[in-house]
Structure formats: C-alpha cells, structure tokens
C-alpha cells in the first residue's frame, strides 16, 4: 500500500512560483491498477517522479508499507520506473539492460542470469536477449523497458506515459500486455497517462488531476457514469452539457420546456440553475420531436464507421451531438435542418451545480 | 548495332564523369601534396643526408641523423653510446604528456558536465569563459603562468604572507612548471569535444540508471562515461598530441633545463646546426605519436565491446 499524504511541489520562488502539487493525498492499494489521468501540466507527472524520488516536494509524506521514503534518494527506493522515451542503456544489450538493476542491487550472477531470463520471457523478447536497444522497433523496446523495471521485482511500478510512443495498434496491443503482466505478477502499477481511454480500458481505479489537484478518484465506471464535476464530465469521454434548472420539488427543466424527475445525488439537491451531463451515446434521435424531453434542429452529420454524430442546436442555442450506431440492416436518414426529438433515460442524467 | 549503340554513350558518359570528378578533387589534392605530403618527403630525404658546418645539409647519404636519434659518438674516438640525454627528454615529453592528458580529463570532464547541465541559455556564457583564453596568444598566456609561479610570483608570495613557508618553493624551470603551463593551455581542448559529446546525453538514462539502484559512483562509471566516451577519446587526443611536441610551454616554463622534444629538434636546427638529426627527431615524434593513436583508439574501441 502507498500512501500520499498532503504532497506540496512548488517549482521557483516567490510570487512567480508555479504550484504543481497543492496538498495532494491518495492512498493506493496493494495489486492495483492505479491511473494518474489527466491534462498536459496538471501535476500527475510529477506526482509520479516524486514518489520515484526526482522531485522533492516541499510538504507531506510519501508511505510505503507504512515507512515515509520521502528523504531516501531514487536508487534506495524499492520502487521501479518505466521512462517515457523507455530510456534503454544503449551501450548494453538487451539481457544487460534488463538485469543492469539486479547487478546494481549486488544479486549473485547465477540469480541475475535466472531473473533476466524469466522476465524476457515474460515479456516475449526472449529471442533477442544479445540485440542492443537501436537494432528494435519501438514495441520492442517498450517491452525491454518494461522487463528491466519489472527485473528488481519493486513494490511499485511505476510508468510515465510509457504507451504515448507506439502507435494506435500496438498501444492497443500493450495495453493488454500490461495488464496481463500487472495481474501475473500481483505488483502495485502506477500509470501516468493523458488519454482517457487508455486509462477507463486499463485501471482498477483513476483519479483524475487538474492544476495540480486531484479531482476525483474511483473506477473507470464511476468516473465516467458519475463524474462530480464538470471538468471530470469534460475531460473523460465526450459529453453534452445541457444548463437546466432544479426546482425544490426535485425536477428539472429542461431548454424547451419539458420537466423531467432526473437521478440525483443527495448532496446535488440545490434548487436553481444546475448543469446536466447527458454522454451522447446514452441518447437516440426521435422523429416526432415532442415524444421527447429535449429537441433539436439537426446541423451537421458526421460519419465515423462504427457510428454517425448527429450535431443538434437544442433551443437555447448549445450544441449537442447525439450517437447512433450504425447499423446497414436499420438505415435512417435525418435531414439537415430537420426539428428532431432526444431521447434518453432519467438515468443517464448527471446533474452538476451551476 | 542499335542495341550497343546507348551502352556505348553510357561508358562515354561514365568515362567523362570520372574525369570530372578528379577534376574537382584536384586542388584538394595538390594542397595536400604541397601542405603535407612533399615537406614530409623533404624531411625524410634530409634525415639521410650529411649536416653541413654552418646548418643545411651536405647532399651526400648517411645514417648519423638516425644513428644520433639515441646514440651518441665520442669526439675522440668516434665508438657510439647510448644517448642519455635524447633518451630522458623523450622520456620526459611521454610522461609529461601522459600527465598532461590525464589532468585535462580530470578538470575538464567535471568542468564539461557542469556546462552541460546548465540551463540552454546560460551554456554559451560558460563556452565563452572556456574558450576567451584560446584567443589570447599562447606566449602572452605562458608569461602569465610565469607570473604565477617564479619565486617572487604570486603563489610564492601569498603562501609566505600566510606563513605557510618561508623561503620561496621553486616552481619555475621544473617538469612542475611545464606540465601546470600545458595543463592550463590545453585544457579547453579537452572540455570543448567532452561538452559536445555531453551535450548530446540523454539525460533520462541517468535518471534510469538511479530508478535502477545505480549510486552516483556507479551511474558515472556505467551510464556517463561509456556514453560520453567518443568525447573522451577525442579530447584526449586533441591535448596527447600537441602537448607531445610542445614547444614554447616547456621552452619558456622548463628553462634551458628541463626540454621536451620539440625543444630538440628546434636546437638540432638552430644551435646546434645538425639538421639531419633534427629532421630524423622530427619523424621519431611524428612516429610516436601515430603508434599512440593506433593503440589509444585500438584500445578504447575494444573496451566497448
């Protein structure tokens, strides 16, 4: 288990000063699929490098297994770091590179041999123990980067935007390779990434970051079906946000008109003017617009294989797009300019405040 | 016919363009025929010639410009013996020049590291202060190291107004003064190829290396220096052979006394009007310095395997 408590990291000095860290606390259990998700600047980075220990933060504790690894420098760590760019020693080959952290720790030769062994096989790069690092292709590499961390068996792996470098295919393709490896190997993983995706089809738990914050931490699902805030909604997945108005009764209405009794939280239940999180696959497009809670005119349609967005401007003038999948054996076409309903279940609707 | 007729054009084609092209390389090729080439055949044709009395040669063959390399003849007699003298000025130039080496890689790979970790708008500040120095005359630089170290000098002074001592050290005119003048003059030779070579790591792997249970000690010796080590062996080169055949350091810092090779040679053609045996002196340096360089790049490319 690892906890961070209160971390503070301010990089310069005095009003100039840049908070990359204000007071951050998260508590990350043994075996976990831990996922650091969020804009390029909101700190999840460097949360990563100070628990790896290249950054000192000014305040707080960092615990593993109970004991504060705030004042031990990087190489007395047992934690281990998958490198963006993988960072592979390239005067050394391979199997090298792999048991270069054994080596360091003074394993004997017998047992780093053994070791190295076990984890190119691991991770499939048995064949190509004697090659160095510029004769791979970059999921090679990837996979000798992640070999060489996981080698020194650290309680916490941790890995910086480690797939952002391959492409799509092949980052698919690791992103089932580490999650096999992090469930074989029962080791705590710590994932930094940007990409929403990748962290909802990895993670046991996420906790998304903002301006050196955490804004909310739960599993891919709550994250993405109940986000707290409108910056969470945003950022995880595309969505609709519709302004609306709470009365003390408990409904909501909508642009348009309509009213409709929407899933709320307990603490949400402020009367007044509140922001509805609809996700637009969780929508369908209906003919006959008053059948519907929300309508819209239809402005542009845009194909995308596996479904279309329909881009409707609701009647106080926002945007919303709706997803339909597509399917040759129901085909349907709306016409641009065409006033259609949206459809959806009470459930899909978040209400936020404000 | 009409079938060989274009490989005919084509072979005259071929033909013109490598004529072409030693027509472009033909003013590289002279220069280095007049530059290098043909005052090397010179100094070897003259090794082999007789001195004349009052300098130059005798066009008449003899094997005395090489036979004084490392003996030297009885006046009375003429029997050879070895030439002691020859023996511990080469002995001397290799030491010092070893030394030499030595201390600019160890100033200067700290000193290339420092300017390399800096942030990219201060580097050319740091370069600058290395390099001022290299535009001031080489003389004026000795004479300024003199000043430093002569028994009513600087160091001298400070050290006797600290009570340290009281009587002056003697610095100047010893092997002391010769290499701190050489240290001091090649030093940005060594920084400037060890910068460069720095310039280009990759920082990350440090970080990496640390990740990886690497101390400080180790991460240098495993991850810094093999990967800076095209840098080392170019500096080192860059300061191993000029400081091999040094001439105004040691002729003004060493005194009458203390010479290295090249103070030789300029004697054999000055003072002592033997300009065989300057020239034979010539290609002994000339030699040393290529088998040098053939076992120090032997050497170290083995090593990275």
Redesign the interface.
Known sequence: MIEVDRIHVRFGEGPGAFIALNDVSVTINESEFFTLLGPSGCGKTTLLRSIAGFIHPSGGAIRLAGQNILSLPPFKRPVNTVFQNYALFPHMTVAENVGFGLEMLGRPRAEIAATVEEMLALVKMTPMASRRPSELSGGQQQRVALARALAPKPKVLLLDESLSALDLKLRKEMQIELKRLQSETGITFIFVTHDQEEALTMSDRIAVMSAGTIRQIGTPREIYDHPRERFVADFIGDTNFVQANLSADGTVELPGGARIRAGLQEDAAVAGPVTLVIRPEQTVLEQVPEKAPLSGVLENVVYCGTDTHYHLMLADGARFVVRRQNNPARPVTFEKGQRLGIGFEPQAVQVLEG | MAVTQPNTDLVIANRRETRNRWLLLLPSIVILLAAAVGPLIVVVIYSFLTAGDYGGVVWHFSWDGWLGVFTTSDPFDGTLSLANAHISILWRSVKLSFLTTLFCLILGFPTAYFIATRPVTQRDGWMLLITIPFWTNLLIRTFAIMGLIRNEGLANGLLEWLGIIDQPIQMMFTDFAILLGMVYVYLPLMVLPLYASMERL?F??I?????????PF?VLR??IV??VKPGVVAGSILVFVPSLGAYVIPRILGGGTQLMLGNLIELQFGQARNWPLGAALSLTLLVMVTVALIVYVRASANE?D
């Open positions: 990759n990350s792997l970080d990496a290396a640390y990740d990886l249970y690497a101390t180790r495993r991850v093999p990967a990275g």
